[in-house]
């Protein structure tokens, strides 16, 4: 492809394509050094901000007791929606093994070895999608990049938010200041295994449009 950049594409678009959402496969028992977190860290925040501000700030969580009372935290959030979704959703469906892996993530969630919440500086002060989209499209692109990080050296996370419903609680117990807005949390921890595969989409001529909503592409 002329003018195309000299990367493994093979590579690539695997890790783009199986960099999954971790929850049963994460190894609660091995330890996760330092150095590789700030690695992927290190990647992460190449990632683009809004301005340029690179407000970004990463919390990471070892402590054992501070990891279970974020984990408590997360279940009163969200626990009993996801026991209920876990019950009552067909196990044998994508939708149904999801749910099943997130309840059995917010009970275990307090073993994993290490947390991260990402956080920017600033706070929403309305509710417009604009300002939402400022502030948190600033942090998010580069919590996806840690994700890729981790997958690319056999570790895997899960992109969760159900603590931000007690979000002052949280920041309270992990001394975060008032002007730092927590944007989730991710369980992060080795995988067993590392062979995890492209998930079921629909095709996404059938979810692209153009010029207008009434315009599929083809």
Not at 114 to 137: E, H
Not at 181 to 190: D, E, F, I, R, T
Request: proline share 5%; glycine share 8%.
């Amino acid at each position: 492809m002329v003018g195309a950049m000299e990367f493994d594409l093979d590579q690539t678009d695997a890790l783009l394509s199986t960099t999954r959402a971790v929850r049963k496969r994460l190894d609660f028992d091995r330890e996760v050094p330092d150095d590789v977190l700030l690695e992927c860290l290190q990647l992460a925040i190449q990632a683009p901000t809004g301005s340029n501000r690179q407000g970004w700030r990463w919390m990471v969580i070892r402590d054992p007791e501070k990891k279970e009372a974020l984990a408590e935290i997360y279940r009163r959030a969200g626990g009993a929606y996801l026991a209920e979704a876990a019950k009552t959703t067909d196990a044998g469906t994508q939708t149904g093994r999801v749910m099943d892996s997130a309840n059995f993530l917010a009970q275990k969630l307090g073993e994993v070895p290490v947390m991260v919440i990402p956080m920017i500086i600033g706070r929403l002060d309305d509710d417009s999608t604009n300002s939402a989209a400022g502030l948190f499209g600033s942090i998010i692109p580069a919590m996806w990049s840690f994700q890729l990080a981790l997958r690319s050296r056999g570790l895997g996370s899960c992109y969760t938010t159900l603590h931000l419903g007690h979000e002052k609680e949280a920041a309270e117990l992990l001394g975060i200041p008032d002007h730092m807005s927590q944007a989730g949390l991710l369980p992060v921890a080795y995988t067993k295994g590392t062979d995890f595969k492209p998930a079921d989409r629909e095709p996404v001529e059938q979810i692209t449009y153009l010029d207008t909503y009434k315009n599929p592409i083809r």
